[in-house]
């Protein structure tokens, strides 16, 4: 290494510091997200369609490219933060805790209430099924449909669960202030209303018909 590489870095950490993201206890850590954020702003949609006839929608794209990012980011905490259980490691606490929420659901309305596809959410509940957490039995107004709920042994799996799942929330959440927190609360719950609507009265529709919609 040579000098300027030094100088260079004393510049970039007084940039550091004068940025927003500096507070009075940044850690390295801080530093090195700072420097890649920095990097990939520099590296942006905008910057790489440069050379292509494209109209580049650079809002909109960096919000589909960020929540498929966190979701799989999300996949992987939760995998290791339910560890302990394996049974639940994937998607099927949502629906654990979903039906102790809300007990004697459908297996429609179950489905329906985590937003996957009918084949998926069959086999999340054949596992939970399988497993033992969850029992179904016949419903009394409807014969061809089958009303799910905790067993026993679900009910001990939900109650030993919640601290795990509360730290994997903590963790998920990063570092958001409590403000940024309730306000990234309030603008998830206002697209996910959206997307809610579209998968109810939608799902069956085409694309060109969903996008009339916006």
Wanted: net charge negative; with cysteine.
């Amino acid at each position: 290494m040579n000098t300027d590489f030094f100088i260079d870095l004393l510049h970039q950490v007084k940039d550091f510091e004068n940025s927003d993201a500096h507070k009075p206890n940044s850690s390295v850590e801080d530093f090195r997200l700072w420097l890649n954020d920095k990097k990939y702003r520099e590296e942006s949609p905008t910057k790489l369609f440069t050379t292509e006839e494209h109209e580049v929608s650079f809002t909109e794209n960096e919000i589909c490219k960020q929540v498929l990012l966190l979701s799989r980011y999300s996949r992987q905490l939760i995998r290791k933060g339910l560890g302990e259980f394996p049974n639940l490691a994937n998607e099927e606490f949502t629906y654990l805790y979903r039906l102790k929420d809300e007990p004697n659901l459908t297996k429609i309305q179950l489905i329906e209430r985590n937003g996957h596809e009918k084949q998926t959410g069959t086999q999340i509940i054949k596992r939970l099924l399988e497993s033992g957490i969850v029992e179904e039995r016949n419903d009394e107004e409807d014969r061809r449909s089958k009303r799910l709920k905790l067993t026993a042994k679900g009910e001990v799996i939900f109650h030993e669960s919640v601290e795990s799942v509360n730290k994997t929330s903590q963790l998920l959440s990063g570092k958001l202030s409590k403000e940024e927190r309730k306000e990234l609360l309030k603008l998830l719950k206002k697209l996910n209303e959206f997307h809610s609507h579209l998968y109810q009265e939608y799902r069956n529709s085409g694309f060109n018909e969903m996008i009339q919609l916006l």
